[in-house]
């Protein structure tokens, strides 16, 4: 859960401020798409390019997230030492005079 939130409230403040500057400069009703106007009212467009800019921006972050993990998070068995596939170099092998 906290990285969900370390990747979507940096990504909605940059999404905000994105789409502030953005629809600062650039009239909802200018706006076309693949030539032809688009027939939707102002706040839907500046709802979808808000949604959209969301969306890159958290997938930046996401990225981010996903390539700082370090070598140990990625190699990192998750079976304890005694529960290992036999010749994995890393089993510990129970020891028989603790179980007696």
């Known amino acids: 859960m906290l990285t969900w939130m370390r990747v979507l409230w940096p990504s909605f403040l940059v999404a905000g401020i994105a ?5 600062t400069f650039f009239d909802p009703m200018d706006l ?3 030539g032809e106007r688009i027939a939707l009212s102002r706040m839907a ?3 979808l390019g808000f ?3 969301w969306i890159f ?3 930046s972050s996401g990225l981010t997230c996903f390539l ?3 070598a140990d998070d ?6 304890e030492g005694a529960e290992r596939p036999a010749g994995c170099p890393k089993r510990e092998e129970p020891d028989e005079r603790t179980e007696a």
Do not use: E
Not at 74 to 79: A, E, F, H, T, V
């Open 51 to 53: 949604f959209m800019l």
């Open 45 to 47: 467009v500046y709802s």
């Open 32 to 34: 076309s798409l693949f």
């Open 68 to 70: 700082q993990r370090s």
């Open 57 to 59: 921006a958290a997938a």
């Open 74 to 79: 990625l190699n990192r068995c998750p079976l």
């Open 19 to 23: 789409g502030t500057v953005f629809f």
